[in-house]
């Protein structure tokens, strides 16, 4: 199991009890106590998310912000640290990147409604929201290309297992039964932001270093019957038997990971989709550590930049990103699936029009999958709302574009997003569509609560309160204008104060035209004016002091409308932009085969693995970049079968040949092939594998006490004790990192094993050329080597695999290049000829003088070319410079030496 170490706030905080607190202080300690003791509490004052106490220092230490105090509780200062709540999200994101979480104690009325209580009244406040790294919907907080997921561990004792798993942002629920020993490589493949486990589990498997936030949770959490109540209550069924025959394990991982979702959302149930259950074995099992060295979705050092994602994503949707990116994460292993996937995007390759005209639209498409859930979860805007719509309306144009003739029939994959992008099919969906962009304003505000996001012409009722609120100036000047023009007095004013509010005001000579009229009422007599009102100005004044408040309900109605609308129609919504996705990503992978040369590979049952050209795609990009910019294109052959090629396979050859991106290359086509992508190759023939591994370069694992050696000796043996004769396995230099005879030992004991026990497809990549004997030894072994010549006393990489076995190493000439010193590289030489010409390399090792170099072998310096040039000096005949020249001269020959 591979789990981060400690969360940075402790679950046993102590805060102090309200005794003798401020009233405010009071509600803040209640609010603590009702939050988990390891989040923080973001309390809301006005216009700042205050924190106080431990939260205050714990926070102002992540963010490296000011700690200050406020008054004192119980004789102790208060420490206290706060963050705008217009800038919050950006103090979130960080607080949430560094495995935090936050509960947010929101106001819950206005002050004006709490003072009216009292002068000592304080503002009614709840906890809202509990957000953690695995329960994230915002825009501002989530990588728009990357799912984040939060995954529930369940382990019964009966021995039985399950993981399942969610994404809030897009609704994904799905759970796999699975045991023990899968579940490293399916955490691996899900890379779930937050893990919940229960915690009599989290304290042995805290250090596995993974980088994700885990949560340990009570035993009584993973209860199985409270789990089927909690997705019963979830679902509204009384039966959960229409979705699927879950095992104990798989409903008390679903039940978990519902019960800690509505403790995030205090209390309001999440929105997700129907749980699916996913059968273990119907992806490809990658471990970890293969996972970490082939760079699949990122690189060792964290970023997106320089995997095997990054090079052949050619998407231009977030959705579009995220699926390929699951596709590479979680491989298939049922052929006809895999040709599903090959068809939608080979169809793309063959109609470049259409792939272009595709992609375009796609890009107007947004990202409809979160823009729904956050609508769903009430955290959505107007924006998403028109978003949503205008992803909608994309999608019926797609549709209409895919439907012509020429591309019929299409395949499976595309006519099933074609019927789900239809609008045509879906007449309700239509309506809502068509409501939406007629209700919403083009450039729509963020929030539904800054109001004036519903278009002119929608409500007659709205129009005329906006119409009150925003032209009130113009409304009074012509009521004005119309007393004026009645009464016949042409200086009448309508004015306004604070004290009578609108007024009529004339002078007290013209008094009493308005005094004898009984319209006017009069309110009010000056040294030289007189006042009046009339029941039509207290009407008018009514209105317009409340058509902003209006004018705002009557939108909010509008928008909780169409939003619950949308919520009916949720689940149509979600297969449409899971259509959008499919589209992005058949284009985007036939923009990278068309751009790469990558072709389809041949899918198959058996054990193959024949291709032909084959080259690295990362590598390749980069290279691409430089002024060389060519990649030496490569063949591999094994046979599980051990009928057409070996199984396994011996490859040696020069450092820096090329050995460890051959292997790493052959890997990624595996990996592209049963995610159903193309390759890059010139031909492949692929038998799907059951699990992939590979031991491929070196690292040691100081925190949990382990070498470099140990730590390959463990992968090496994770490897050894499951790989299946389904299984592609990839190996480097295996038993480097000890004695020589020990390492040589281990190495020919593995090829052995891998090759009759095991007896799974592998490429073996050693320096120990004894090995290379294994070819003639056993039956399904084969010898291949990665080809250098020598060229005017200058080695050549070819980069080119062949038959056969290398001759040697010609590591002397590696360290030269690398800038080891000219005596060490001499007196390696030396050495290596003496073994070299001796049959027993202890006897040839016996009278090697050590530390001591013999002056006919000194390779340090070489004083001839010294001497010859001073005795061709004349030294009489020097002039000063000349001396200083010859100096300089002699001593650049020393150093170049």
Not at 858 to 874: F, G, T
């Amino acid at each position: 199991m591979i789990v981060q170490s400690a969360p940075p706030l402790s679950t046993d905080r102590q805060f102090p009890t309200p005794d003798g607190a401020t009233p405010m202080m009071v509600q803040f300690l209640n609010l603590r106590a009702e939050t988990p003791a390891d989040a923080l509490l973001f309390y809301r004052m006005g216009d700042f998310y205050e924190l106080f106490f431990d939260d205050a220092v714990q926070a102002a230490a992540a963010l490296d912000i000011t700690l200050t105090k406020r008054g004192e509780h119980q004789g102790q200062p208060i420490p206290m640290c706060g963050v705008p709540v217009a800038a919050s999200d950006a103090y979130l994101s960080r607080l949430i990147k560094a495995g935090y979480k936050v509960a947010v104690g929101e106001q819950m009325e206005d002050p004006k409604t709490a003072k009216a209580r009292g002068s000592k009244a304080v503002v009614r406040r709840d906890v809202t929201r509990i957000i953690t790294p695995g329960t994230l919907t915002e825009d501002a907080l989530l990588d728009p290309r990357r799912s984040n997921r939060i995954a529930a561990l369940a382990h019964l004792a009966s021995g039985d297992a399950a993981l399942a798993w969610a994404d809030v942002s897009t609704g994904e629920f799905k759970v796999m039964a699975l045991t023990a020993q899968q579940s490293d490589a399916e955490l691996a493949a899900l890379n779930p932001a937050e893990l919940l486990i229960e915690e009599s589990r989290y304290e042995l498997e805290r250090h596995g270093g993974s980088g994700r936030t885990v949560t340990p949770l009570p035993r009584a959490k993973f209860d199985t019957g409270s789990a089927e109540r909690q997705l019963k209550q979830q679902f509204s069924v009384q039966t959960l038997d229409g979705f699927g025959d879950f095992n104990r394990a798989e409903l008390s991982a679903l039940g978990t990971l519902l019960d800690y979702l509505a403790l995030s959302q205090a209390g309001a149930p999440a929105k997700l989709r129907i749980p699916q259950q996913v059968q273990a074995g119907s992806v490809l099992a990658i471990d970890p550590a293969t996972r970490a060295s082939l760079e699949i979705e990122r690189t060792q050092a964290g970023a997106r930049s320089g995997s095997l994602l990054d090079a052949i994503d050619r998407t231009v949707t977030a959705p579009g990103a995220r699926r390929l990116n699951e596709y590479l994460a979680r491989p298939l292993t049922d052929p006809i699936a895999i040709s599903a996937r090959q068809d939608a995007y080979q169809l793309f390759e063959t109609a470049s029009t259409v792939r272009e005209d595709v992609r375009q639209r796609l890009k107007a498409a947004g990202d409809p999958e979160r823009a729904l859930t956050r609508l769903l979860l009430g955290r959505g805007g107007p924006r998403d709302m028109k978003a949503l719509a205008a992803a909608l309306q994309e999608g019926e144009a797609l549709a209409g574009l895919l439907s012509q003739a020429s591309l019929a029939p299409l395949p499976a994959r595309l006519e099933s997003a074609v019927a789900a992008l239809s609008l045509s099919s879906l007449p309700e969906l239509a309506r809502l569509v068509s409501d939406i962009e007629r209700a919403i304003q083009d450039e729509p505000p963020l929030l539904a609560r800054d109001g004036g996001f519903v278009a002119e012409g929608w409500m007659a009722e709205l129009d005329e309160a906006r119409k009150l609120r925003d032209e009130s100036r113009r409304i009074i000047a012509g009521l004005q204008e119309s007393y004026a023009q009645k009464t016949e007095v042409s200086a009448l004013k309508i004015k306004h104060n604070n004290v009578l509010g609108y007024f009529i005001e004339v002078t007290s000579k013209n008094a009493d035209a308005l005094m004898n009229s009984e319209e006017f009422t009069h309110r009010q007599t000056m040294a030289n004016a007189v006042r009046f009102k009339t029941l039509e100005l207290a009407d008018l004044e009514a209105q317009i002091a409340s058509a902003a408040g209006r004018s705002l309900a009557m939108e909010l109605d509008v928008f909780n409308g169409l939003r619950d609308r949308i919520e009916a129609m949720a689940d149509p919504v979600r297969a449409a932009g899971e259509a959008l996705s499919e589209l992005d990503v058949s284009a985007g992978l036939a923009e990278w085969a068309v751009e790469s040369g990558a072709v389809r590979p041949e899918i198959s049952a058996d054990t193959r693995f024949i291709v032909e050209g084959g080259r690295h795609p990362v590598v390749e990009q980069a290279l691409a970049k430089t002024a060389d910019g060519r990649f030496t294109p490569n063949d591999c052959q094994l046979d599980g079968n051990g009928q057409a090629a070996p199984r396994l396979m011996l490859v040696t050859g020069p450092n820096m040949a090329g050995k460890s991106t051959y292997l790493r290359q052959n890997a990624l086509i595996l990996i592209l092939a049963q995610a159903g992508c193309p390759v890059p190759a010139r031909t492949a023939q692929i038998g799907i594998a059951d699990r992939l591994y590979s031991r491929v370069g070196a690292a040691d694992d100081l925190a949990r006490g382990r070498s470099t050696f140990m730590a390959e000796m463990i992968e090496t043996a994770a490897i050894l004790n499951q790989a299946t004769a389904r299984s592609f396995v990839i190996l480097d230099e295996i038993g480097r990192g000890t004695a020589t005879f020990d390492g040589l030992s281990i190495a020919w004991a593995t090829a052995e094993h891998l090759h009759g026990l095991n007896a799974c497809r592998a490429l073996f990549a050693t320096h120990y050329h004894e090995m290379t004997r294994l070819a003639a030894e056993l039956d399904h072994a084969g010898n291949c080597s990665l080809k250098a010549k020598e060229w005017q006393g200058e080695l050549v990489f070819l980069h080119q695999v062949g038959p056969g076995a290398a001759d040697k190493s010609y590591g002397i000439e590696v360290a030269r290049r690398a800038g080891l010193p000219k005596g060490v590289i001499g007196r390696a030489q030396t050495i290596l000829d003496r073994l070299e010409s001796d049959d027993a390399p202890a006897a040839a090792l016996s009278d090697l003088p050590l530390f001591a170099l013999d002056a006919a072998e000194d390779p340090v310096i070489s004083p001839s070319e010294v001497e010859e040039r001073l005795k061709s000096v004349d030294v009489d005949g020097l002039t000063p410079r000349d001396a200083l020249e010859l100096v300089y001269s002699l001593k650049g020959m020393l150093i170049s030496e």
